[in-house]
């Protein structure tokens, strides 16, 4: 590694462990200002369930995203079966509590507006993840991974608070199936981050970006037009959708899993193998989130 690499991978280190460590207190002042405000009778009973779910779902992405991290930045290299059951349970988890809890509440706004909605969440869904490659040709600082990473953390937070915010009927098992998938990207991200000499810290950047802009987020009153709700909520279930299936385990070559095999040469044989860890875990992810939806209806 040339002498130019090495400052500029230390740069990026220490900007972004300072990150980490700002995001985190973030986090905790949004948590607290929230729930003083909730004791304080400053928001209704309805919008401080609303917060209360929000707070959950903010802190179990961090806790996980960041437990994660912490763990990836210790294993020598990405082992491909934990990346196939972290991100198989996590798309099958989104893709049926997306398509059970979000779905319908868009097309109860509006049937045409809603479906509308979901081909719009959809095509941006793909078109930021196209684009965002664009970013490698682009001189910023941090790392290119890290900053992926908190930008689409930012954006699920902020959708995550403005569906929570306006419908605070629902549960919570949504909310974690969106996040689910935090705990395998740290991991992930992580244990490539440390390999370049990163800090894994900067993981702490994305895993709390979702609780601070679900809360900011949370005081944006959609207007009672179901043209307008029905968009928002069709939007929101397209665009997590997209993720999900993002993050479905592709077992080919050339994918993050073949780059994870600890194997020389052929690797079609074991990639066969992950093929049927990976059809088990998105279908245990699914029927995760339906045996807990009849535990709580």
């Known amino acids: 590694m040339s002498e130019a690499t090495v400052e500029e991978v230390r740069g990026s280190d220490e900007l ?39 707070l959950w779902i903010g802190w ?22 934990v990346l ?11 893709i049926t509590s997306a398509s059970v809890f979000l779905l319908p509440q868009a097309i109860a706004q509006s049937k ?21 490659h664009r970013l490698a040709h682009v001189d910023y600082p ?3 991974a890290i900053v992926e990473l ?19 009927d629902l549960g919570l098992l949504l909310g974690l199936s969106i ?7 740290g991991y992930a991200a992580a244990n490539r981050y440390t390999a370049r000499g990163g800090d894994w810290r900067a993981v702490l950047i994305p895993a709390a970006g979702v609780g601070v802009a ?48 600890s194997v020389e040469g052929d690797a079609h044989e074991l990639l066969d193998r992950l093929r049927t860890h990976a059809v088990a875990s998105t279908t245990l992810g699914g029927l995760a989130v339906f045996l807990a939806w009849l535990a709580v209806v």
């Open 16 to 54: 972004g462990t300072v990150g980490g460590v700002v995001a985190t207190v973030a986090l905790v002042v949004a948590s607290v200002a929230a729930v003083w405000l909730g004791l304080d009778g400053q928001v209704d009973p309805t919008s401080g369930e609303a917060q209360t779910k929000l």
């Open 112 to 132: 045409t507006f809603g479906g509308f909605g979901i081909a719009l969440g959809l095509l941006v869904g793909y078109a930021a993840h196209a684009l965002g």
């Open 214 to 261: 679900a809360l900011a987020s949370s005081a944006v009153a959609l207007p009672t037009n179901a043209a307008v709700r029905g968009i928002v909520f069709g939007f929101a279930t397209g665009v997590f959708v997209h993720v999900a299936t993002d993050f479905l385990p592709r077992c080919e070559l050339g994918s993050e899993i073949h780059e994870a095999l």
């Open 84 to 94: 196939v059951w972290g991100y198989g349970l996590a798309s099958g988890a989104m």
């Open 60 to 81: 179990i992405a961090f806790v996980s995203m960041g437990a994660a991290a912490w763990v990836g930045a210790r294993v020598p290299r990405e082992r491909a079966r």
């Open 150 to 168: 908190t930008a689409h953390a930012l954006s699920a937070g902020l959708i995550i608070g403005v569906i929570y915010a306006n419908v605070p």
């Open 179 to 185: 996040v689910s998938h935090k705990g395998p990207a």
């Open 142 to 144: 941090g790392d290119r």
